[in-house]
């Protein structure tokens, strides 16, 4: 698979949303108990799938390197930045989570 940075972000983006609404969905079908737990449950499985195929995005699928046209990585940063294995070129995208 040969994704552009702008196509990995999309796809994380969306990857995240969909988890999130497959979570809330799994939830939905959950046995109720009444119980804290259960509220736990209520909260935690969806905000996990909602993160879970973004960092799965992150770790293991690489965008294409704009300098060398190898695999980078995301970065962990903000702004958002992705990291060369191949020419260890950093692409910042200029990409801010918050403005804080
Ligand atoms: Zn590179």
């Known amino acids: 698979m040969h994704l552009s940075i702008t196509a990995h972000r999309h796809l994380s983006t ?3 949303f969909l988890g999130f609404f497959a979570g809330a969905y799994l939830v939905f079908w959950l046995p109720r108990t009444d ?8 909260f935690f499985v969806p905000i996990m799938s909602a993160i879970i195929p973004g960092v ?6 690489p965008a294409v390197c704009p300098q060398c046209h190898g695999r980078t990585y995301y970065a962990w940063s903000n702004p958002i930045k992705y990291r060369c294995k ?5 692409h910042n995208t200029g990409i801010f989570y918050s403005e804080d």
């Open 14 to 16: 969306v990857s995240s």
């Open 35 to 42: 119980t804290f737990y259960d509220t736990l449950l209520f």
């Open 56 to 61: 799965i995005m992150g770790l293991c699928v």
């Open 86 to 90: 191949d020419c260890g070129h950093l």
